[in-house]
Nanobody
Framework: QVQLVESGGGLVQAGGSLRLSCAAS????????MGWFRQGPGKEREFVAA????????SYTDSVVGRFTISRDNANNTVYLQMNNLKPEDTAVYYC?????????????????WGQGTQVTVSS
């Protein structure tokens, strides 16, 4: 089992940056593939970014390519989402997720564990 706690959300102007962190409990963090998802007002939860257990393989939804970067630090049981050039449409609650499945975590239904979410608000 793993418990996930996100932090780093907040209010930022368009064009600004935020770095989200997801701290995981447990000694087997490196066995989990990790992902970030988001849920905007009145919208379904959607995939944002994913990383393999090693961090060598990543994937992004098209709308964040070139602006967001996912990374992980297995020594410190943490996964990050660096978000640059933020846009108002990035406003959402951002969730960290984990799965023991080996493939990249791109689908909501594949996640076995979720954090509580952190709010990101981008003003225009």
């Amino acid at each position: 089992q793993v418990q996930l706690v996100e932090s780093g959300g907040g209010l930022v102007q368009a064009g600004g940056s935020l770095r989200l962190s997801c701290a995981a409990s447990g000694r087997t963090f490196s066995r989990y593939t990790m992902g970030w998802f988001r849920q905007g007002p009145g919208k379904e939860r959607e995939f944002v970014a994913a990383t393999s257990w090693s961090g060598n393989s990543t994937s992004y939804t098209d709308s964040v390519v070139g602006r967001f970067t996912i990374s992980r630090d297995n020594a410190n049981n943490t996964v990050y989402l660096q978000m640059n050039n933020l846009k108002p449409e990035d406003t959402a609650v951002y969730y960290c997720a984990a799965t023991v499945r080996p493939r990249l975590l791109r689908r909501v239904n594949d996640a076995g564990y979720w954090g509580q979410g952190t709010q990101v608000t981008v003003s225009s």
